[in-house]
């Protein structure tokens, strides 16, 4: 079973950025999609971004494209999340999940592991 764990939330201002990192630990991540969610408080978890275990496809919700990037570094076993342009409305507790790469990119199906979360607040 692989740990994850995310890092590089907090608190910013409305137009900065932020960079998520999802470290792994316990079985390398080289053959698996990682995807990037978060949840917002009332609201249902949303999945923001996936790249493919290759690291040559990327999937992202309407909201964050143009904005966010995700990507991956193979021989750190991490996963990244760079957040530009952040907004009040992109504040959430986010977290990252890995899965086997037998569904389409843009499915939010199958993340069998979690991290525990990190949170970032966006203020006005």
């Known amino acids: 079973q692989v740990q994850l764990t995310e890092s590089g939330g907090g608190l910013v201002q409305a137009g900065d950025s932020l960079r998520l990192s999802c470290d792994a630990s316990?079985?390398?991540?080289?053959?698996?999609?990682m995807g990037w969610f978060r949840q917002a408080p009332g609201k249902e978890r949303e999945c923001v971004a996936v790249?493919?275990?290759?690291?040559?496809?990327?999937y992202y919700a309407d909201y964050v494209r143009g904005r966010f990037t995700i990507s991956r570094d193979k021989a750190k076993n991490t996963a990244y999340l760079q957040m530009n342009s952040l907004k009040p409305e992109d504040t959430a507790v986010y977290y990252c999940?890995?899965?086997?790469?037998?569904?389409?990119?843009?499915?939010?199906?199958?993340?069998?592991?979690w991290g525990q979360g990190t949170q970032v607040t966006v203020s006005s």
């Open positions: 999940a890995s899965r086997r790469p037998r569904l389409p990119l843009g499915s939010p199906e199958g993340f069998d592991s």
């Open positions: 790249i493919r275990w290759s690291g040559d496809s990327t």
């Open positions: 316990g079985r390398t991540l080289g053959r698996y999609d």
